[in-house]
């Protein structure tokens, strides 16, 4: 057993108490939702959200991607972020001067690889809704990033993602545990991904994992694995694979660097590693301790390795980087069992069929 994760694992089960005061807040909060003392406000408007209901990597951000791929050349779409870790406040619009600093790391992301889409920043979404469609009037659906747990908005479709490692049905609230909402919060939820599957999941471990979630007969459940495209260089158009013949350095801010590190134990000849927190906004410092690190790596093939969301917050440094073999490397979600269709058809529908009918 490995005694870093023994002694966090201990430690955790400590702040029990303290875990059990954050979840009657939580269980209070979604009450007063519930029973209408709180108010959350619905809009005459296709609005996805897309969420979870613990803390941690569940793939948000690549299935934010999955639904622009899938929806942006068939419809005026936009996505509003919380800007998570940005310099500004309020409601922000990305446009051609935009910076990670300016609508945070993820947003920012959005913006690089789908051009036509527009990407706002807000953390009152209730208030950036309005001043996005006044904004883009042409807008036919608006995708909300990492909202569920927010309730102030009622969006129309709900997705809820839940990591096949960390399942919310198995979980505990923080600081014990990972929730930052309660189990029942997963009944609001029109679809249920779990992702980051194995590859090779079978049909009765499917069957095991729908048993053990329990979805409610109105939820679409679907399975998800990740999927990396081929690494290419953070300023140029250069392409690279991961060889065996490679030693690589993995620079790291996401929440859940696991699966990538898998990928390299799999496909690498060793990989070295420099952490650091989600969201981390890299120093000019921190890019000289990086290029030290490759430096002293002894080997002829190799390469150091980053996130696309990681990279966001590197590019500032453009100029240094022009000749640093640093190169970025694409996730994706892939539907298993054939169901990407399913899925596709389950979010154009409620697109092109939506009618407003409010909460009584």
């Known amino acids: 057993m490995n005694f870093n994760n023994f002694f966090l694992k201990?430690?955790?089960?400590?702040?029990?108490?303290?875990?059990?005061?954050?979840?009657?807040?939580?269980?209070?909060?979604?009450?007063?939702?519930?029973?209408?003392?709180?108010?959350?406000?619905?809009?005459?408007?296709?609005?996805?959200?897309?969420?979870?209901?613990?803390?941690?990597?569940?793939?948000?951000?690549?299935?934010?991607?999955?639904?622009?791929?899938?929806?942006?050349?068939?419809?005026?779409?936009?996505?509003?972020?919380?800007?998570?870790?940005?310099?500004?406040?309020?409601?922000v619009l990305a446009n051609q001067n935009t910076t990670a600093l300016d609508i945070g790391d993820e947003p920012m992301q959005f913006h690089l690889k789908f051009p036509d889409v527009a990407v706002a920043a807000g953390e009152k979404r209730v208030l950036a809704i309005p001043e996005l469609l006044q904004d883009h009037p042409k807008l036919e659906a608006i995708i909300l990033d990492d909202a569920f747990q927010h309730r102030a908005v009622e969006a129309g479709l709900n997705i809820l993602l839940t990591e096949y490692n960390n399942l919310y049905v198995r979980d505990f609230f923080l600081p014990t545990g990972d929730l930052r909402d309660e189990w029942a919060s997963a009944k609001r939820s029109d679809i249920i991904i779990v992702t980051k599957c194995p590859a090779d999941l079978s049909t009765d471990q499917k069957q095991r994992l729908i048993r053990?979630?329990?979805?409610?007969?109105?939820?679409?459940?679907?399975?998800?694995?990740?999927?990396?495209?081929?690494?290419?260089?953070?300023?140029?158009?250069?392409?690279?694979?991961?060889?065996?013949?490679?030693?690589?350095?993995?620079?790291?801010?996401?929440?859940?660097?696991?699966?990538?590190?898998?990928?390299?134990?799999?496909?690498?000849?060793?990989?070295?590693?420099?952490?650091?927190?989600?969201?981390?906004?890299?120093?000019?410092?921190?890019?000289?301790?990086?290029?030290?690190?490759?430096?002293?790596?002894?080997?002829e093939n190799k390469f150091i390795l980053t996130t696309e969301k990681d990279a966001v917050r590197l590019t500032k440094f453009k100029d240094e980087l022009q000749d640093i073999p640093l190169f970025v490397i694409p996730i994706r979600h892939r539907f298993l069992f054939d169901e990407s269709e399913q899925f596709n058809t389950a979010v154009i529908s409620f697109i092109r069929n939506f009618k407003f009918i409010p909460t009584p």
Not at 15 to 28: E, S
């Open 10 to 91: 201990s430690f955790r089960i400590l702040l029990l108490p303290f875990a059990l005061v954050y979840g009657l807040i939580v269980m209070l909060r979604n009450w007063l939702y519930d029973k209408k003392y709180i108010t959350s406000y619905e809009f005459n408007f296709p609005i996805i959200c897309v969420g979870n209901i613990a803390v941690g990597g569940t793939g948000k951000s690549p299935m934010v991607e999955y639904l622009l791929a899938l929806l942006h050349t068939q419809f005026h779409i936009a996505t509003l972020s919380r800007g998570y870790k940005r310099k500004t406040k309020g409601y």
């Open 212 to 299: 053990r979630i329990h979805p409610l007969t109105t939820q679409k459940i679907f399975f998800t694995t990740i999927e990396y495209g081929t690494p290419y260089h953070i300023i140029s158009s250069a392409t690279r694979n991961v060889t065996q013949k490679d030693e690589v350095l993995l620079v790291c801010g996401i929440a859940n660097p696991k699966p990538l590190k898998e990928y390299l134990l799999q496909n690498a000849n060793t990989y070295y590693q420099k952490d650091y927190p989600d969201h981390y906004i890299f120093s000019i410092d921190d890019l000289n301790e990086i290029k030290t690190t490759f430096q002293d790596i002894d080997a």
